[in-house]
């Protein structure tokens, strides 16, 4: 299952990033002033065992910034994380593979987005991930659509699934400091083990095919119209407040900043730039 | 000996603010372009007792972003820090007040500069502060420039402070994840009480009256020099770097927010755009 899960992630980067680049391409916005712009990949190897491939589109037309990572990692945890992580407490041994994906669009009308489906195996073994949104200008149109998709998605295996995800997501992206969200929400899950780990799988699959499916409405709702410059300074501004949340609160950054993880996959996450005026 | 050393640092500010503002009338570079700007103040008040001044110069012509800070605050400390404060073990009551800069000078060839000097008083007394420098280019002989200073200074008190300061600020202002130092040091020290407060005091205001004196001739060396944009695109990338050092490292930081303080004085300090490419 191992191979099967890591073959599936790598197989979503793939898709996703041609569906992303397929969508630089449908924009007739700004023509003059930046190309439709492609993937580049980098392969890169960790010390302990394993590594991944990090994807990363710049200075696009519709994405100025846009990561999609692979990872398939094993090793042992250091002895600090070792004792945090199911299972772990007493053989530090793992595995895990997952796809991240960041999207910090050109137009402050387009929505950031974030999408993270993982498998990990310590003794025990579980599903994590989620979605979830972050517009500088949320709509409420926009917002219901969005959690609709996804409660969809959920339902189609447990309808106990989406309020409790969504609750761990609300409570998860805080930026506590601000006493605001991050942004509109979504879902969040992290060690999922039913009892069926083949529909857990199946969840975790469901969740990374909606992101194309939820974010391409969106992106194509807004990617042609034009925007002021003072929407690009509430745009630098909300790209602030996400950097501070990734810094300050996100576990996924800690653990890969504290284990020696590698720096340029771990902060393609961060935006292209932001402004604290 | 409090009120002293408060309106000592309240003058402090106001000092170095007009300093600053005459440097940007100073300056004949894009004249066309920037303004030569001056300080906004806004007063804050702290729910737990006391407040400060916020200080901030936004889009001048020499400085991006200044911001000197001055605040004296009292009451109590939360109970997680009083355990880690020396003499609020067992009496949380607190009294604090200080001067914080951190300036971003609009050109690249400007080093960003950082200084603080505060008294702290629980049921022991103490001065803390620093000045370290933060170039996006360093050269031997500003670095040599600038420490040469700060050891003339520190020397006038005690032969043995420069050393042992120095290696805190480069122990303290050090970027883990990216194995590499903020920029290129200066002094840190903390708990500083020789058994002669008056003279420990007196230390902190020649900290505090070096700042301008070391700072203005590195500005006026470059400040009238044009530069190139891929010298912006290097400037925009090391102020990232000084974001992550700040969100993530910086006790200073990490006690405002977590202790409800002004996020808009704790945050003047980061920068007014930064790039993660």
Redesign the interface.
Known sequence: MKNIASNWFKSLQDKICLDLESLENQSILNEDQFRATSFTFTDWSRDGGGGGTMGVL?GGRVFE?AGVNFSAVHGQFPAEFASKIPGADKDPTFWASGISIVIHPRSPLVPIIHMNTRMIVTTKTWFGGGIDLTPVYPTDEDTEFFHSQVKNTCDQFDTSYYDKFKKSCDEYFYI???NEPRGVGGIFYDNLNSGNLEQDFEFSKAVGNLFINVYRPLVKKYFNIPWETAQTQDQ?HKR?KY??FN??YDKGTEFG??TGGN?EAI?VS????????
């Open positions: 710049r910034k506590h400091h601000r630098l602030a950097t501070e810094l300050i900043l504290k720096i902060f961060l935006p292209p730039m932001a402004s604290w005026q």
